[in-house]
């Protein structure tokens, strides 16, 4: 299923990413983000229907200075009131970084521009990882409508979030560590869709499912031999 999973983000083809029964519980979409159209922004608001995120390498993100939320509300006396822990991750801080607009984009919010927005995010995390050259910047203004998530320095190591297997997935694929994801919820409960209806999902559209351990499996073995 691995293998399944990093030729699927090789093509530019959604997978439906589930991280850990004792975590989150939750089915993402991911994709990778150089491939993003305006119809995978759509999808994923109407079959997923959560959070439309980017997230990125931790050495990208250093590189281009893109720091964590947290980090920044720690700054300020009155907005570091507002940190707090996280139920399903307390060891762990969030993963959000900034909200950002393309510049060329109107609103922000349409499926266009977010597809330009998380696109040109994408090639700014692979211009950062062969030499930069990029202002970030210059290029980006916040607030705006598509969450940078920053992955944890150490991938998977401590923190295992849909943030660091989907990018652990990327490195695994050799392709530009950029992924959009997406938490699939219920119409009808407004809760997490649960992980059998997801794999139901994804039997009916011919996606490939894979599961938060067959990733940290995966890892390790790349981590060790360079191969998965």
């Known amino acids: 299923m691995i293998a399944d999973a990093i030729r699927a983000l090789r093509e530019g083809q959604f997978i439906l990413l589930y991280d850990f029964d004792e975590r989150e519980g939750e089915t993402d979409f991911a994709i990778r983000s150089d491939a993003v159209t305006p119809a995978h922004v759509a999808r994923m ?27 920044l509300l720690s700054r300020d006396p009155s907005l570091s009131r507002l940190q707090g822990e996280v139920p399903y991750d307390r060891k762990n801080r969030s993963s959000f970084s900034l909200w950002v607009n ?6 922000g919010i349409t499926d266009r521009d977010r597809a330009l927005t998380i696109n040109a995010i994408a090639s700014h995390v ?46 695994m694929a050799g392709v530009p560590p950029a992924v959009t994801i997406c938490e699939m919820l219920d119409d ?24 938060g351990e067959e990733v940290l499996a995966a890892w390790e073995t790349y981590t060790e031999t360079g191969k998965v």
């Open 45 to 71: 608001r109407r079959d997923g229907g959560g959070l439309i995120c980017t997230a990125i390498h931790p050495v990208a993100a250093r590189v281009l200075g893109l720091p964590f939320a947290t980090d």
């Open 102 to 107: 393309h510049r060329d984009t109107y609103t």
């Open 126 to 171: 692979k211009k950062s990882l062969n030499g930069g050259g990029a202002d970030f910047f210059a290029e980006f203004r916040s607030p705006g409508h598509v969450a940078v998530l920053r992955a944890a320095d150490t991938l998977l190591s401590q923190r295992r979030g849909q943030t660091e297997l989907s990018i652990a997935l990327a490195t």
């Open 188 to 211: 009808t409960t407004g809760n997490a869709l649960d992980k059998e209806s997801a794999r139901a999902y994804a039997r009916k559209r011919d996606l490939v499912f894979v599961e």
